[in-house]
């Protein structure tokens, strides 16, 4: 079977190439996954350079990349009990090739009819769930949320409109075919248009009450103006950093607010789903699995076309994430 590996540590657009391996052989404690999607997403850029911490490093040669993925259960080892034809998603390895073999207790099942690139993306799904917890909004309060046309600050917002959340979408350009007040915005700042400061329209915006808090994927002087926009005990959680410029600080500008800021990994990025979670993580299937949450798109792609794939991934990352499907 086909599949996407890497030799050496580098750029995901010099070391990646398509080769045959094996189908995997599955341990006791492992299922075999026929996949049918598996999403490009930053963070398999990061493994693909050995940027991640351990023990989510490479091991070359030969290492199959992919992060994300979803796929038919085709038959588990002797320790498993998940039934053949289940539909799953997962965070785990070597998910850009046709079958893989993944321990069960790192799966996630799906409804049947659960669209294929929502399933295909469902970590940024669970991500964009947990930053909308972490900045701790409530009924009525206002949040940003920058890279707002990015797929899981799209997401945020969503969600946030489902929690009666006013959120303030800020963007480098709007984009024709996406108008974020449709999916949940209250309002949006086009920084290209901008005709003074972010602080001085988030105050505008809000009738001078101010953010309570935001989900950053940027960073840069964007952030340091919104931290300055947030009510006393404002919560700032950190996703991204897009922008290549630091943001600066005063000491002043956190104390005197009792402000938090926060980074944000990865619900499962070092530990498996807990049997705790089941509840939580149905209720976030069932309300990205309507018809209306919306899940943007860059396009879909098989295996072959794999230099096309990654390419529209860093070059456009707005547009949405770019899928890759698998012909069986």
Avoid: C
């Avoid at 607010?257 to 509840?279: A, M, Q, W």
Wanted: overall charge negative.
């Amino acid at each position: 079977m086909k599949a996407i590996l890497f030799d050496e540590i580098g750029s995901p657009s010099e070391v990646l190439y398509l080769a045959d391996i094996e189908q995997p052989r599955i341990e006791e404690n492992e299922v075999l996954i026929r996949m049918v999607g598996a999403s490009i997403n930053p963070g398999d850029f990061l493994f693909i350079q050995n940027l991640y911490p351990e023990p989510k490093r490479p091991e070359l040669p030969r290492q199959v990349s992919g992060n994300h993925g979803a796929g038919i259960v085709i038959r588990g080892g002797k320790n498993t009990s998940i039934k053949p034809g289940a539909f799953v998603a997962f965070y785990y390895y070597n998910t850009w090739t046709g079958y893989v073999a993944v321990p069960e207790e790192w799966l996630i099942e799906l409804p049947a009819g659960y669209p294929v690139e929502k399933a295909s993306q469902l970590l940024n799904i669970i991500t964009a769930w947990d930053l909308l917890t972490a900045s701790n909004v409530k009924q009525g309060d206002w949040l940003a949320v920058t890279s707002g046309n990015s797929a899981v600050s799209i997401m945020v917002t969503q969600f946030a409109r489902k929690r009666s959340v006013q959120v303030i979408s800020i963007v480098r350009q709007l984009r024709k075919e996406l108008d974020a007040t449709r999916i949940g915005a209250s309002a949006t700042i086009d920084l290209s248009e901008l005709k003074g400061t972010v602080k001085d329209k988030i105050k505008e915006i809000t009738g001078g009450k101010g953010i309570a808090g935001v989900v950053d994927n940027t960073g840069g002087p964007v952030l340091t103006e919104l931290v300055r926009s947030t009510v006393f005990n404002g919560k700032i959680v950190i996703n991204g950093g897009m922008s290549p410029d630091n943001f600066e600080l005063h000491n002043f500008d956190i104390l005197l607010k009792g402000l938090e800021i926060k980074s944000h990994v990865y619900r499962y990025f070092f530990t498996p789903p807990l049997p705790g979670d089941k509840n939580e993580l149905n209720k976030i299937i069932a309300l990205s699995g309507e018809t209306d949450f919306y899940v943007p798109i860059g396009g879909l792609y098989e295996l072959h076309r794999f230099e096309e794939a990654i390419r529209n991934s860093i070059d456009n990352p707005s547009q949405g994430k770019n899928i890759f499907i698998f012909q069986h």
